[in-house]
Nanobody, 129 residues
Framework: VQLVESGGGSVQAGGSLRLSCAVSGYSFSKNCMAWFRQVPGKEREGVAVVDSDGNTDYADSVKGRFTISKDNTKNTLYLQMNGLKSEDTAMYYC????????????????????????WGQGTQVTVSS
């Protein structure tokens, strides 16, 4: 299983970026797909998550500005980030957690990164004010 992020970069405050995460090695079927971010010296933070039915959940800090989506035909996860702020500066990671078909596991953004099985290498987002 391989997750490869792209789309990071440097932007000014108020700008936009679109992150992509290409998944190979397995199909989406039933799982949680999420974006996390981390700043050196701070804990990894869940940003957004989407489940197999397309239900989404967001951290309060990004609600109304970020949109998570996925294209099952391309096995790709996206994070559209608008209205970027300096505090959004971080390394962004995509992560995946396969979920048993009969499980009642709920994907929510508050679940820690330790609950995810597969990770990308990260892409840096830097927002200057």
């Amino acid at each position: 299983v391989q997750l490869v992020e792209s789309g990071g970069g440097s932007v000014q405050a108020g700008g936009s970026l679109r992150l992509s995460c290409a998944v190979s090695g397995y199909s989406f079927s039933k799982n949680c797909m999420a974006w996390f971010r981390q700043v050196p010296g701070k804990e990894r933070e869940g940003v957004a998550v989407v489940d197999s039915d397309g239900n989404t959940d967001y951290a309060d800090s990004v609600k109304g500005r970020f949109t998570i989506s996925k294209d099952n035909t391309k096995n790709t996860l996206y994070l559209q980030m608008n209205g970027l702020k300096s505090e959004d500066t971080a390394m962004y990671y995509c992560a995946s957690r396969p979920v048993s078909y009969y499980s009642d596991y709920i994907c929510d953004v508050g679940r820690g990164g330790h609950e995810y099985d597969y990770w990308g290498q990260g892409t840096q987002v830097t927002v200057s004010s």
